[in-house]
C-alpha cells in the first residue's frame, strides 16, 4: 500500500470515532442532575438567564436538531459562554492560552522523561544485569508507583519552602512575553513530570533495545570490539520503531500528568481549567473540554500511526 | 489445575522475592482495612486541640492538650494523622477494588459476548464506543463524569448516590473498556475452536455456549488485567481525592488526606507532608508487583504491552 | 431407498474481503471451496470423500452439517432444505471433527460433556442420565470410570470415541466425519474405523466419511466421491472406483499408494501442488496436472467438463469420455 493510501485510510477510520467525541461532549448536559438548563445557569444563573439558555439551546426540539445546531456552533467557533467563573466572556477566548501553557509543560516534561529514561534504559540495555541494570528496575518500579502529585509537592516543598529559590514558582508560560519566567515555571512541573515517568520510559526502551542487540550484527560489532558508543548509536538506529512507540507512549503519558501536577504548581494551563470547571459545575466549558482534549488524543494516536507508516513499511498493511 | 502444575507456578511465585514483598505489603493493607475500626486509635472526625488550645497541625509524637498522645500527629483540624489513614486506607481500598472487579464482570459479560458474535452489528457498535472512550486518559474521564454528576448525592430512582459511588462509576466507566477489549481478545480464538462449534451443533443455546463453554476458557488475561489495575484504580481515586472530587467530609480518603499538604508548608512539617503520599505509593506498588507477579507466573511469555491510562 | 441428506448443486464461497469492501461493493478475492457439487447419501450408507486438503471436502461436509450456510443451492435433509429445518431435527446430523482435543472442552470432564446431550434427549433423573452415561461409553468401548477423566487425561483414540459417544448421545440418523482418523496412530486407526462401521450398521446411521487417506476409505465406505478444487470428479461404488479408476486425478491418487509397488507402470503420477482457489485454472480445473491432457487435446484448456454418468452408480468429469457415456478405452 502506498504511504498516501495509508495515511488516508488512517484518517477515515479516526472519524467515527471523533464523531463518537461529539456525542460524548453533547450528551455530558444531559447526563446532568436537573438536566441542561440547571447545568449550564450553573448555582449562580438567574432566572432570566435560564430562560435565554431553554431559548437558545432550543430545548422543545428534537435531539438531533439540537445536536446539529450544537456541531454548527462549534465548527463556526462558537462553544458558548462562561456563566460562573467569568461571566459572558466566550470559552473560545478563555481556551487559548492554557492550551498553550500545557503544550509546553508537556513537551518540557516529555523531553525530561525521554532524557533520562532512554539513557538509563539504553545503559542497562547494553549491561543487562549489572548494578545499573537492577537499579533502574528498581527505580522504575519505585516511580510507576510514586504518583506525579506527591513528587510536585515534595519538590515545592523542599526548592519552594525550604531553601525558597525564586524559580520555584510556576505561573502563566508565554514564550511570546515573558521568556524567562515562562522557563522558570517549567523547571520543577517538568521535573516532576519526567522524572515520575522516567522509570516507565527506561523499562520500556530497555525492553525493546534488548531484543535489538540480541541481532547478529550487534553482536558482531561487540566480537569487532567497536566502542560503545558506536553500538549504541546502531542499535538505537535499529531500534527506531520501538523508540517511536515509547515517544508516543510517553507524550500521552506525560500529558495526563500534567493534570494533576498543574493543580499543585497553580501553573494556569487546561488541567487546572479543567479542575476549575468542575468544581464549579460550569458546564459550557467542560463540554468544551471534552471535545478538544478527546481531539487532541485523537490527533496524537493518529500522529504516532503515520509515523510508524512512514518509519516501516510492514506496518501499512 | 491439577497438583504439579499448581505447585510450579506456586514456585515461580515464591522465586521472586520483590513480588512476595508486593504480596505482603497487599495483605498487611487488607488487613487494615477490613479490621480499621477496631485497629484505629481515634475516630477520623475526633479533633484534638494542640497545647495553646487551637486547632492546630500537631506535629509527629507529640501529645495534645488533653494529654493524647498522637504517633503521627494530627491535620489541620486536629484530627489524629494516624486513624485518618487507616479510615482512608479503608475508603481508597473499597472504592478501587469494587470498581475494579464490577468492572470486570462487566467486561467478562461484554467481551464474551463480542467476541462470541464478532463482525457482527452489536459488536461494531460495541466495538466502536469502546475505541472512543479509549481515546480518553482515565483519570480526565472520571473527572468529567464526577463532575457531572457532582459530589454531592444525587437521585436516581430509589438510590441516592453518594460521592463514593460517583467514583466507583467512573471508575468502572474508565476500566471496563480497556478490561473489554483484553476477554474479546481472548474469547475470538476460542469462539472459533471445534469445542464450540460442537456444542453449536447438539443445539445448545448461545447464552449456555457463552456462560459455560466459552468464558471458562478465556478468564486468564482478563484477571491477569484486572489485578494490575488495582494499583491504577488507586492511583485515579487518590487523584480525584486530591482534587478535590473526592468523598465528602469529614470522610478520610488518601488523596484527601494529602490535599493537605499545603498546609503544613508553613510549618515546615515534611512528615506529614511525606507519609501520606509514602501510603499512596506503598499501596500502588504492591498492587503492581503483585499484579506483574501473577502475570510473570500465568504468562511467562509477556514482556511489555502498553501499560495503559 | 429413500435419500436421507442430498445436495443439489450446492456452491460455497468464501469472501477474503471486509465489510467495508463489501459495503462498496469492492468484490475482492472469493475463494470457490464447494462450486457445485451434488451428492446424495441414502439411509444406512456410508460415503467416503476423498480428495487433495484444501479441496473442499471439509467445508462440503460442514455444508452437509449445517455448519455453514450455502452461497448457492441448498442441503435437503428428508426433502427438507436445512436452512429452514427446526431444531429437533437439526440434531439427527451430527458432525465429528478431526481433531478431538480441540473438539471437547478442556474445562469439562467426560461425565459433563456427556450429560448435557443425555439431557437433551429427555433423560432427566439422576439414576437415568448414569445408566445412559455409562450405556454410551460402553458403546464406544471405554470402561465406565472414564466418566471422571478430563481431556488432557485421555490419548487421541480414547479422546475420539469420547466424542463419538457424545454424538451418539443424540441418537443422530447422519454423522459427517471429518478425517476422524487422520490425528491418531496406525493401530488406533483401524479401532476406530471398525468402530464406527460396527455402530453404523448395527444402529443404520449413515456416515460421510472424509479422509485424504484412500486406504481407510476403502476399508470404510459403501460408495466413494472424489473431489478436486471444489467439484466433485468421480463418483463409483468402492469397490468399483478401486478396481476401474476412470478419472486421472483418481488413477494418480490410486498411484500414489501403488508407488511402492516396483511393477507399477500406470503412468498417471500427480505432479506439483494444486493450484490456488483463489486463482483456479480455465478449463478443466486439473488439466495442468493431468497426465492424458496432451492425448485429449485443447479442449481442456477452453472448458471444464460435466459430470457424466458412464453406468447407474459411476459418474465421472472428464473429456476422455464422450457425451454419450461410451467408453473410450483406456491407454494402457
Known amino acids: 500500500m502506498s504511504l498516501l493510501k495509508y495515511i488516508g485510510r488512517r484518517f477515515v477510520s479516526a472519524i467515527p470515532t471523533l464523531i463518537l467525541i461529539t456525542f460524548l461532549s453533547f450528551g455530558l448536559l444531559y447526563i446532568t442532575p436537573g438536566g441542561p438548563v440547571e447545568a449550564l445557569a450553573g448555582m449562580f444563573g438567574t432566572p432570566e438567564q435560564k430562560v435565554r439558555i431553554r431559548q437558545e439551546l432550543g430545548l422543545d426540539d428534537p435531539v438531533h436538531v439540537q445536536y446539529l445546531r450544537w456541531i454548527k456552533g462549534v465548527f463556526s467557533g462558537d462553544f458558548g459562554e462562561m456563566i460562573v467563573m467569568a461571566p459572558g466572556t466566550p470559552i473560545a477566548e478563555m481556551l487559548r492560552k492554557p492550551l498553550i501553557t500545557t503544550f509546553w509543560l508537556t513537551v518540557a516534561g516529555a523531553l525530561v522523561a525521554l532524557t533520562v529514561g532512554l539513557t538509563i534504559g539504553a545503559l542497562s540495555a547494553i549491561k543487562p544485569n549489572s548494578w545499573l541494570d537492577s537499579l533502574s528496575r528498581v527505580t522504575s518500579i519505585a516511580t510507576y508507583s510514586i504518583p506525579d502529585f506527591w513528587l510536585a509537592i515534595i519538590l515545592l516543598f523542599v526548592f519552594g519552602v525550604i531553601f525558597r529559590y525564586r524559580w520555584a514558582i510556576s505561573g502563566k508560560i508565554d514564550f511570546s512575553r515573558n521568556v524567562v519566567f515562562s522557563l522558570q515555571s517549567l523547571i520543577l512541573p517538568a521535573i516532576a513530570l519526567g522524572l515520575a515517568k522516567a522509570g516507565i520510559v527506561a523499562r520500556i526502551t530497555r525492553g525493546e533495545l534488548y531484543d535489538v542487540q540480541n541481532k547478529p550484527f550487534i553482536q558482531f560489532e561487540r566480537v569487532m570490539g567497536l566502542p560503545n558508543r558506536i553500538v549504541i548509536k546502531d542499535m538505537l538506529h535499529n531500534g527506531i520503531l520501538p523508540i517511536v512507540t515509547v515517544l508516543g507512549y510517553t507524550i500521552g503519558l506525560i500529558f495526563r500528568g500534567t493534570f494533576l501536577v498543574e493543580v499543585v504548581f497553580g501553573t494556569p494551563g487546561i488541567g487546572l481549567f479543567l479542575v476549575r470547571a468542575a468544581k464549579t459545575q460550569e458546564y459550557a466549558l467542560l463540554q468544551t473540554l471534552v471535545l478538544v482534549i478527546g481531539t487532541v488524543f485523537i490527533l496524537m494516536n493518529l500522529l504516532t500511526d503515520i509515523l510508524y507508516g512512514v518509519l516501516d513499511p510492514r506496518v501499512r498493511t | 489445575m491439577n497438583k504439579a502444575r499448581f505447585r510450579i507456578l506456586w514456585n515461580r511465585f515464591i522465586g521472586d522475592k520483590l513480588v512476595v514483598l508486593g504480596g505482603v505489603i497487599a495483605l498487611l493493607f487488607l488487613v487494615i482495612a477490613v479490621f480499621g475500626p477496631q485497629l484505629a486509635p481515634f475516630g477520623f472526625a475526633q479533633q484534638f486541640r494542640a497545647a495553646a488550645g487551637e486547632l492546630l497541625p500537631i506535629d509527629v509524637m507529640s501529645t495534645t492538650a488533653t494529654g493524647e498522645r498522637l504517633l503521627l500527629g494530627s491535620d489541620s483540624l486536629g484530627r489524629d494523622m494516624l486513624s485518618r489513614l487507616i479510615y482512608g486506607t479503608r475508603t481508597t481500598l473499597v472504592i478501587s477494588i469494587s470498581s475494579v472487579s464490577m468492572a470486570t464482570i462487566l467486561a467478562i459479560f461484554l467481551g464474551s459476548l463480542t467476541g462470541y458474535f464478532q463482525g457482527s452489528l452489536f459488536d461494531e457498535i460495541v466495538m466502536r464506543l469502546i475505541d472512543a472512550l479509549l481515546t480518553f486518559p482515565g483519570i480526565l474521564l472520571a473527572v468529567i463524569l464526577v463532575a457531572a454528576w457532582g459530589t454531592q448525592g444525587i437521585k436516581i430512582g430509589p438510590i441516592t448516590t453518594t460521592p463514593e459511588l460517583t467514583i466507583v462509576f467512573a471508575l468502572v466507566f474508565t476500566f471496563t473498556p480497556r478490561l473489554t477489549r483484553t476477554m474479546r481478545g481472548s474469547t475470538i480464538p476460542q469462539a472459533h475452536r471445534a469445542y464450540i462449534k460442537a456444542a453449536q451443533l447438539m443445539g445448545m443455546p448461545f447464552w449456555r455456549i457463552i456462560a459455560f463453554e466459552l468464558t471458562p476458557n478465556c478468564l486468564t488475561a482478563v484477571i491477569i488485567q484486572a489485578t494490575t489495575y488495582l494499583g491504577l484504580a488507586v492511583f485515579s481515586t487518590a487523584g480525584l481525592g486530591f482534587l478535590g472530587l473526592g468523598p465528602a467530609e469529614p470522610q478520610p480518603e488518601l488523596g484527601k488526606i494529602l490535599a493537605r499538604t499545603q498546609e503544613y508548608f508553613l510549618n515546615r512539617q515534611f512528615w506529614h507532608i511525606f507519609i501520606p503520599g509514602f501510603t499512596i505509593s506503598l499501596l500502588v506498588f504492591a498492587f503492581s508487583v503483585l499484579g506483574d507477579g501473577i502475570r510473570n507466573v500465568l504468562d511467562p511469555e509477556f514482556r511489555f504491552e502498553e501499560a495503559d491510562v | ?332
Open chain 3, 1 to 332: 431407498m429413500a435419500a436421507l441428506i442430498e445436495t443439489e448443486s450446492v456452491k460455497r464461497y468464501y469472501a477474503s474481503s471486509s465489510w467495508l469492501q463489501r459495503l462498496l461493493l469492492l468484490r475482492a478475492n472469493e475463494i470457490q471451496a464447494v462450486d457445485g457439487v451434488t451428492l446424495r447419501i441414502d439411509e444406512g450408507e456410508i460415503v467416503g470423500l476423498v480428495g487433495e486438503s484444501g479441496c473442499g471436502k471439509t467445508t462440503l461436509g460442514w455444508l452437509l452439517a449445517g455448519l455453514v450456510q450455502p452461497t448457492e443451492g441448498a442441503v435437503r435433509y428428508r426433502g427438507r432444505s436445512l436452512a429452514s429445518i427446526d431444531t429437533e431435527t437439526r440434531k439427527k446430523i451430527q458432525l465429528l471433527f478431526q481433531y478431538p482435543r480441540e473438539s471437547l472442552n478442556p474445562r469439562h470432564n467426560v461425565r459433563t460433556i456427556l450429560s448435557y446431550p443425555i439431557r437433551k434427549m429427555g433423560y432427566m433423573a439422576h439414576t437415568e442420565i448414569t445408566a445412559r452415561l455409562h450405556s454410551l461409553l460402553d458403546m464406544v468401548g471405554l470402561p465406565a470410570h472414564y466418566a471422571d477423566r478430563y481431556s488432557f487425561q485421555l490419548s487421541g483414540g480414547e479422546l475420539q470415541r469420547v466424542a463419538l459417544a457424545r454424538t451418539l448421545a443424540l441418537e443422530p440418523e447422519f454423522i459427517v466425519c471429518d478425517e476422524p482418523t487422520s490425528a491418531v496412530d496406525m493401530n488406533v486407526k483401524v479401532q476406530i474405523l471398525k468402530l464406527l462401521s460396527d455402530i453404523s450398521r448395527e444402529k443404520g446411521i449413515s456416515l460421510l466419511f472424509i479422509s485424504h487417506d484412500l486406504s481407510a476409505v476403502r476399508f470404510i465406505a459403501d460408495r466413494i466421491c472424489v473431489m478436486y478444487l471444489g467439484k466433485v470428479v468421480e463418483q463409483a461404488p468402492a469397490r468399483q472406483l478401486f478396481e476401474h479408476p476412470h478419472h486421472p486425478y483418481t488413477m494418480a491418487l490410486l498411484d500414489a499408494i501403488a508407488d511402492l509397488d516396483p511393477e507399477s507402470t500406470r503412468k498417471a503420477s500427480l505432479q506439483g501442488q494444486p493450484p490456488s482457489p483463489l486463482a483456479p485454472p480455465a478449463g478443466c480445473r486439473f488439466h495442468p496436472r493431468c497426465a492424458y491432457q496432451e492425448q485429449v487435446g485443447s479442449i481442456c484448456r477452453q472448458r471444464g467438463p460435466h459430470l457424466q454418468p458412464l453406468s447407474t452408480d459411476h459418474h465421472v468429469r472428464c473429456f476422455l469420455y464422450p457425451e454419450n457415456g461410451q467408453n473410450i478405452a483406456l491407454v494402457q
